[in-house]
């Protein structure tokens, strides 16, 4: 059965549309505002964006505009739990200050009165465009249609009153039919949806001339029966010589963000994958996006996860998302991403190993495997007035790197995997520890583990320890993390 939504106010003339829509903005507005001074706590982050209060989930809508790089993300602006999706809005110059802007969109019409799920955004002349899924439930069913809203100064958004502009899913898709990423080649627009048939997850490619008129193309790409029951928050983009795509998949556990490295062909709207793998290894990094309109292919992820349990709830706000990052190919062909360099901003003052610190921190250590001769090292953070604890661990024989937060107690404890080559000369990591996450980088970006931790106390102790041999280091640095104020 296909599922779909007409727009009753299709040629229906209103004096104006949108009204109702800015009420419910202001509404939401009011609510976050005046919840911002309950918001307490000392999981509050110092350096990541996060939701002056009330809940925040997927990054949405990454775009740069008019000097600006905006940031929208899936907002609940009533409650820190999930709920009607709104879409929240932020804006930075150099990803280190960042300015909290209006609410952008707001469950208003029937087609996506119970929620604006997520989407992208794309400029064109000089309006900036925003494609979303509206999302309703009706006598249980679920309906997901694809919707644009426009603005002319990139604060104040209208929607399209031809909504929805995609009213029902194609046969070779599903009700789970959401998430549309907008990007351009040559004089077309083509748009990427996340959905799934028959179990196995899979992308669907649409076509239009104008933003407008959408027409679709057919199966872009779809799981091999192992790869998740539906992708959600697909991204299709042009990197060096290659195309990338990533899709978020359910339905696999450990849940986590994949990533294609292969060639499209956008007479076919067929993807050919040449190498699979895992964009990060951490519980906490989903619903990856990246920005429309930059040289760099910059992105973001939401740094949290539905499994988890998350005690800033009890502070009137929940939800991050992590440091922006830059993917690129290697030689070889991996994806790698890295933290941005204009993060170095960041740095406030040097600190040494072994000393009491407030996070957030930043420590960059090289160490050479040659003449390294124990077989493990560990770097630990101690946090003195809990007596918790979050490790680094790598094993030289297999090369395995290691993410160890069982010894933190609220939050979702595990221990986490990345592989790395054990026939590799150096050890590169680059660890960013902010009030409430870890982020961690090892050989410039090959592999990266990224997690929700909720210590009791932010004071904490940095430490390289080793359990037999000694650990050549060739780089230590250590540096105090904060905004300037």
């Known amino acids: 059965m296909t599922l779909s939504y007409k727009n009753s106010n299709q040629g229906t003339p209103q004096k104006d549309p949108n009204a109702w829509h800015r009420t419910l903005l202001e509404k939401a507005d009011t609510s976050v505002r005046e919840a911002i001074p309950t918001v307490t706590g000392t999981h509050r982050l110092d350096y990541h964006l996060m939701p002056q209060a009330y809940w925040m989930n997927d990054p949405n809508g990454l775009v740069y505009y008019r000097g600006y790089y905006h940031v929208f993300y899936q907002h609940h602006p009533y409650s820190p739990d999930w709920g009607p999706m709104h879409w929240g809005h932020a804006r930075t110059k150099d990803f280190v200050d960042w300015e909290h802007l209006p609410i952008a969109l707001a469950p208003s019409e029937d087609y996506d009165a119970d929620g604006c799920f997520s989407g992208s955004a794309v400029v064109e002349g000089d309006r900036l465009h925003l494609f979303y899924t509206g999302h309703r439930i009706i006598e249980g069913q679920v309906i997901q249609v694809q919707c644009k809203a426009t603005s002319s100064d990139g604060i104040y958004f209208e929607k399209d009153p031809r909504n929805p502009l995609i009213s029902s899913f194609p046969p070779d898709g599903s009700p789970d039919f959401r998430d549309p990423k907008v990007l351009r080649h040559e004089e077309s627009w083509y748009m990427v949806l996340g959905s799934g048939k028959e179990g196995r997850g899979n992308v669907l490619l649409y076509k239009s001339p104008d933003l407008t008129q959408w027409n679709y193309v057919g199966v872009l790409a779809e799981s091999d029966g192992t790869q998740g029951t539906i992708w959600e928050c697909p991204d299709l983009f042009p990197l060096g010589d290659q195309h990338i795509l990533l899709v978020s998949?359910?339905?696999?556990?450990?849940?986590?963000?994949?990533?294609?490295?292969?060639?499209?062909?956008?007479?076919?709207?067929?993807?050919?994958?040449?190498?699979?793998?895992?964009?990060?290894?951490?519980?906490?990094?989903?619903?990856?996006?990246?920005?429309?309109?930059?040289?760099?292919?910059?992105?973001?992820?939401?740094?949290?996860?539905?499994?988890?349990?998350?005690?800033?709830?009890?502070?009137?706000?929940?939800?991050?998302?992590?440091?922006?990052?830059?993917?690129?190919?290697?030689?070889?062909?991996?994806?790698?991403?890295?933290?941005?360099?204009?993060?170095?901003?960041?740095?406030?003052?040097?600190?040494?190993?072994?000393?009491?610190?407030?996070?957030?921190?930043?420590?960059?250590?090289?160490?050479?495997?040659?003449?390294?001769?124990?077989?493990?090292?560990?770097?630990?953070?101690?946090?003195?007035?809990?007596?918790?604890?979050?490790?680094?661990?790598?094993?030289?024989?297999t090369g395995e790197l290691y993410l160890d937060t069982t010894r933190v107690h609220v939050g979702q404890p595990g221990r986490y995997r990345a592989p790395l080559d054990p026939q590799s000369e150096r050890l590169d990591l680059r660890i960013f520890l902010d009030r409430s996450s870890i982020e961690l980088f090892a050989n410039h970006g090959v592999a990266t583990i990224t997690a929700r931790i909720y210590p009791k106390s932010p004071q904490v102790v940095p430490q390289l320890l080793t359990s037999d041999g000694n650990v050549k280091v060739i780089h230590n640095e250590c540096w105090r993390l904060e905004k300037q104020r």
């Open 249 to 397: 998949p359910m339905g696999v556990e450990p849940r986590r963000v994949m990533y294609f490295v292969g060639s499209m062909d956008y007479e076919t709207g067929k993807f050919s994958p040449k190498s699979v793998g895992t964009l990060d290894y951490g519980p906490d990094f989903y619903a990856v996006q990246t920005f429309f309109g930059t040289k760099r292919r910059l992105m973001l992820a939401w740094m949290d996860a539905w499994e988890c349990n998350i005690p800033s709830k009890a502070d009137h706000w929940a939800g991050a998302l992590t440091l922006p990052r830059e993917l690129s190919l290697d030689s070889n062909g991996q994806l790698k991403m890295q933290p941005l360099p204009e993060l170095a901003r960041l740095r406030q003052k040097p600190v040494a190993l072994g000393e009491l610190q407030d996070t957030g921190l930043e420590v960059n250590l090289v160490v050479d495997l040659t003449s390294t001769t124990a077989s493990s090292l560990a770097l630990t953070f101690s946090y003195t007035e809990s007596g918790e604890q979050v490790q680094i661990e790598y094993h030289k024989a």
